[in-house]
């Protein structure tokens, strides 16, 4: 597996701050890696790092083989940044933006027109192309900020917080885009407040709080690690409830909690082959189940227990 980012043991103090205190990444080629973390967390600081525009403390990243140090123009060459904080020029069209980009880029003016119309049909601006920026709806704009991030064709992209304060459309549009150069081979390296957000995209989390790697795998394995799962068991015949609720208890040891409105049994569950004795004994008491599922804890469980903090407090 080739690595695309590589960073050990990245330290940035700004002052009394500790930003950074000493945090490890990896992203492998081709795959979208989530750094999920609340406000201050530190995402922003190490994708700066990683963009070459602010030297770590302490610690040593690589980018497409390059030290963001001792390379920061080679790690510019491979690399294309969406900030957290719009980037395009407000006053001018779409177009005007691209084709900007595109010149300080080197490309010739044809070049840079015709990157620019392919960008803005890709990521269906061409209708507005001719719009000065600031008409833009939000989705809009973040759709020109990634579209102006891929005019260098770069190998890896970051993207800080690319949908933050978008509508649920507008988010779903850009996840769309998202998921689409990662189709075509582009390696993401994306921060996000949201857990929906990272349990969509990326591959493997890694959880940030207060400088630090506080949880890392992928979204199943981090959900796997906080919580034992649950088992959800709803009767077709809610008469059958007090049943399967006594068949719950005696093979999971716990008195299941029952639901009466939604007729669902459930219980915490530690032993997953309990599945299929349940499945066996449902069957010989002659009770049809409509659900019947083992569910990991949420994400935003998961965050709660790795951060301390409930999701909803992070969320803008
Ligand atoms: N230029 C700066 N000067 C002083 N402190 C800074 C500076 N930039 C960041 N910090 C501090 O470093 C810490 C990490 O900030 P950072 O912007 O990396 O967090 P973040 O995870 O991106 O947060 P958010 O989700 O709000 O964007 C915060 O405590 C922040 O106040
Ligand atoms: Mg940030």
Redesign the pocket.
Known sequence: MSLAIQAEGLV?R??E?T??AGVDLEVPTGKVVGVL????????????ILATLLRPDAGHATVGGYDVVRDPVRVRSVIGVTG?YASVDEDLSGTENMVLIGRLLGLSRAAAKARAAELLEQFELTDAAGRAAKTYSGGMRRRLDLAASLVGRPQVLYL??PT?GLDPHARNEVWNVVRRLVGDGSTVLL?T?YLEEADQLADSITV?DH?RVVAQGRADELKRRVGGQTLQVRPTSPADMDVVARIVADLTGVLPARDDDSGLVTAPVSDPVLMSTLVRKLDDAGITADELALRLPSLDEVFLALTGKPAEE?LV
């Open positions: 940035k700004y002052g701050t930003a950074l973390g609340p406000n201050g967390a530190g995402k922003t600081t190490a994708v700066r957290q800080d917080e933050t921060t407040q940030f400088g992070v």
